[in-house]
């Protein structure tokens, strides 16, 4: 599955941000789907995943209650919604794709076989 990730920008702390993922090429639902994000000299750091059929979420205790992850099977898209932004929130964010069986999310990016590109956030103080 390919993947291209969209809607980073700058906004200012408190603000909000829609990022989008869109997918193709193989069967979307197949696949759990999850968010990570990278700031500059530090590690890529797990940001949310959802089940494939998104009747489960799971987020990092650092954005838990300010972000939400959803997704559109129909629309092979899965969204990122990004409330109360601090500037610690600013990094690139990386959605990805995991084909992991028996698992309902997946936290751990090595299980995940896709990325997209990656979109910057850029949260101002």
């Known amino acids: 599955v390919q993947l291209q990730a969209s809607g980073g920008g700058l906004v200012q702390a408190g603000g909000s941000l829609r990022l989008s993922c869109a997918a193709s090429?193989?069967?979307?639902?197949?696949?759990?789907m999850g968010w990570f994000r990278q700031a500059p000299g530090k590690e890529r750091e797990y940001v949310a995943a959802i089940s494939r059929l998104g009747g489960t979420s799971d987020y990092a205790n650092s954005v838990k209650g300010r972000f939400t992850i959803s997704r559109d099977n129909a629309k092979n898209t899965v969204y990122l919604e990004m409330n109360s932004l601090k500037p610690e929130d600013t990094a690139v964010y990386y959605c990805?794709?995991?084909?992991?069986?028996?698992?309902?999310?997946?936290?751990?990016?090595?299980?995940?076989?896709?990325w997209g590109q990656g979109t910057q956030v850029t949260v101002s103080s």
């Open positions: 090429g193989r069967t979307f639902s197949n696949y759990v």
């Open positions: 990805a794709a995991s084909g992991a069986l028996g698992v309902v999310t997946v936290t751990g990016p090595s299980q995940y076989s896709n």
